[in-house]
């Protein structure tokens, strides 16, 4: 949630209406946000009036009751009257004390629904059809007739070769090959469930460790996360439309986390970090879940799109002036791991209408696919400011001030989403799946 200040201040309150017309967001939250704070000010200021009066009053009480000049009968008349007064005063406060608490609660719904405040870089756009792609890597397998297609999503930027076979989509040649069960997954826990079997199951533990060790060869310290947050804590680490769209919920009112960007946040909840130790890098490794309920209908073949998968996450607290910087760090470490796959890609910078809520900015890093002819999405790389850290309360303190810390988060390399593109882009006409070099000391093996 955005800071409070930002909605009292006249020039930071347009930046945030600026912004949220650029997401085509309604502007009621912010303008109910910035109502209800000014009612909220206002009946907590009257409730203070109102008491400093009964003190007072009180005082009054206490001041003719002790006066041994009055007359009794004087004196228990304006007694009587004060304290009509005071119980009077009473009731006013305890109307004033229910306004405030209905105004900073009604406040804070709105504030809740406002998005973070775009960067000026953030391209204009009303879908992720406008998103922008800026980088390209690789060299490409294209079949036919899906080159021009393809030199249209890289502005014909990027290197290519014309396949002369027709390569089999993961989702048919992993049951060929028997590298993953879908049939029986679905039997025991539904549709979007699966088995890794034999060697893709050792690929799949190689790759996520081999993205791991070069996160730690940067400068990051690994954690792997718990699987299960309270109810309170994901209120302060996902957004809203993630409760609906996206979280499992147990009996016990915990929720299973849909990306361990969601446990990294929570780590250092409610406390106060040394400035001398920003920034802190973690690599959380975690199993996800996700409902995938805004996502019927797509992918429903294969293992692209599932219920439950492995992640190696990035995550990173900081000062304010670190973001861009450690932003295009984020990238660099994702483009390293893709690179030493033989993975080509490209990268797109999100527009305003793809961009969710807790962003500022966001860089998504998609994959080639060659059976589908398109590039899909691999990871996202965000900034996210003080949005998701204000809510849970990380600081630190510098010259005796207490600071909200900035965070940012960026996907290292998901499995099996990851695998669906390296049997896409590794096979040969006999359907052999090939290893890079750089992965054969974690798998053991050249070939599927």
């Known amino acids: 949630m955005l800071d409070i200040n930002l909605f009292r201040d006249d020039k930071e309150f347009k930046k945030i209406l600026e912004s949220e017309k ?12 910035k109502k209800f704070d000014d009612l909220w000010k206002k009946a907590k200021q009257e409730k203070e009036e109102l008491r400093a009066e009964k003190n007072k009053v009180t005082k009054e009480i206490a001041t003719v009751a002790q006066d041994k000049n009055t007359k009794n009968e004087h004196k228990t008349k304006e007694i009587t009257r004060l304290k009509a007064k005071s119980k009077d ?6 109307n004033l004390e229910e306004q405030e608490t209905k105004a900073l609660q009604t406040r804070d719904e709105n504030r809740y629904k406002v998005g973070n405040i775009l960067y000026p870089s953030v391209p204009n756009g009303k879908s992720d059809e406008e998103n922008v792609p800026f980088k390209f890597y690789g060299k490409a397998k294209v079949q036919k007739q899906h080159l021009a297609d393809f030199k249209k999503a890289t502005n014909n930027k990027m290197d290519y ?26 039997k025991i826990s539904g549709a979007r469930a699966y088995y890794l079997k034999g060697k893709l199951a050792i690929l799949h533990l190689s790759l996520l460790r081999f993205a791991l060790d ?20 994901m209120e302060k680490a996902a957004e809203l439309a993630d409760f609906k769209e996206t979280l499992y919920q ?60 492995d992640k190696v996450e990035q995550y990173v607290f900081c000062k304010a002036k670190d973001n861009e910087k450690i932003h295009e760090e984020l990238l660099k470490n994702a483009e390293s791991i893709y690179k030493d796959l033989e993975l080509p890609y490209r990268v797109v910078n999100i527009c305003t209408g793809d961009m ?40 630190y303190e510098e010259k005796g001030e207490r600071i909200v810390c900035h965070s940012l988060n960026g996907t290292a390399l ?26 054969q000391k974690y798998t053991g093996f050249k070939e599927i």
Do not use: C
């Open 356 to 395: 969710n809520d807790t962003a500022a900015k966001k860089y998504d890093i998609e994959l080639w696919m060659p059976v589908q002819g398109k590039f899909r999405e691999i990871g996202s790389y965000s900034i996210t400011t003080d949005y998701q850290t204000r809510k849970l309360n990380v600081r």
């Open 250 to 309: 147990t009996t016990e009112g915990q929720f299973l986390i849909a990306t361990a960007e969601q446990t990294l946040a929570a780590y250092h909840l409610d406390e106060v970090l040394d400035e001398k130790i920003l920034p802190l890098k973690y690599a959380g490794y975690s199993s996800a879940f996700r409902r995938e309920a805004g996502s019927a209908g797509k992918d429903t073949r294969g293992i692209f799109r599932v219920h439950q998968f």
């Open 414 to 439: 998901p499995s099996p989403r990851s695998l669906a593109a390296f049997i896409e882009n590794h096979q040969d006409k006999k359907g052999i799946i090939h290893i890079p070099k750089a992965l």
């Open 214 to 233: 070069k996160l730690v060869d940067a400068g990051y310290m690994p954690l792997y996360t718990p699987f299960l947050i309270n109810k309170d804590v």
């Open 89 to 94: 005063l009473d009731i006013k406060i305890k």
């Open 22 to 33: 650029r997401r085509a967001k309604p502007l009621d939250f912010a303008k109910d946000t």
């Open 161 to 186: 070769e014309l396949l002369d076979f027709e390569p089999k989509s993961h989702a048919d040649l992993g049951p060929e090959r028997g590298l993953f069960d879908l049939e029986r997954a679905a």
